[in-house]
C-alpha cells in the first residue's frame, strides 16, 4: 500500500460542506467518488486536514489515503482531476511515509477572510466576500489583532456548538487585517482552530473597527471564556482555508 497526500482547492459556495452527508453534494463525497472509480469501484476512504462548513472554500486543503495502485505522482494528479467538477481541483499529489496524516501531523493552518468595504453589494462575489458597508478603522482592527495573538482559551470565539472534547486552548501565530481598495483582508495562522473560530473573530474585530467595542475589549472577552459574550457568527462566504502546514 502507498500513501498519497494530495493538496486540494474548491468552491465551497456548491457544497454542503467538507465531510460526506447522505443525500447532500460535498467535497469528500465527490473526491471518495473519483477515487472508486480509479480503483475499480473499489471504496476509498480520505482523511483531511479537517471539515469546512457550507460555504467555506479551500486554496490550500490537504488530504492523504492509502492505494494498492502503484501510478507515478503527477499521473495520479491527471487521472483524479479528469473525475472531478469544475468546482474542485487537486494542485499537488505526493507519496508520503505512512507516519504522515493529513489531519494529525498537522502543525500550522492559515485561513483568510475576505470582507467587501464598500457601499454597494457586488452581485458576483456574494459567494466570495462578506459585504460590509460600514466604514470602518483599520488601526484599531489591527491593534485589536495583537490581542489576539498568542496563546489563550478561545471558548469565547467558538461556536456553542461545537463538539470538541477537553481543552479550548490554542496558539494563534498571526492574526493581521489589512485593506487594499475595497477589500479588507484578514489572516490568521494558529496551532488549530474551534468551530466557526475565524468567523467568530472576524465578527468581533468588524465590532471594532465600527466603534462598538475597543481593541482592549478582546483581553475582557477571552478571559470570560463564554460564547454569549459576542454577537452572531458571521457569514462562511469570505472565508478560506488557505493553507496547511507540516513539519515533514
Known sequence: MERLKCTISYDGSGFAGFQVQPGQRTVQGILEKALEKIHKAEAIRIQASGRTDTGVHAVGQVIHFDTPLTIPEQNWKRAINALLPDDVWISHVEKVQDSFHARYSVKQKEYHYIVLNREDPDVFRQNYALHFPKRVNIEAIQAACRYLEGTHDFTTFSSAKSTVKGSKVRTLYHASCRKKENDIEFIFRGSGFLYNMVRIMV????????????????????????????????SPSGLYLWEVRYHE
Open 203 to 234: 465578527s468581533a474585530l468588524l465590532d471594532v473597527g465600527t466603534g462598538k467595542r475597543n481593541p482592549e475589549d478582546i483581553p475582557a472577552l477571552l478571559a470570560a471564556e463564554e460564547r454569549g459574550k459576542l454577537g452572531k457568527t458571521i
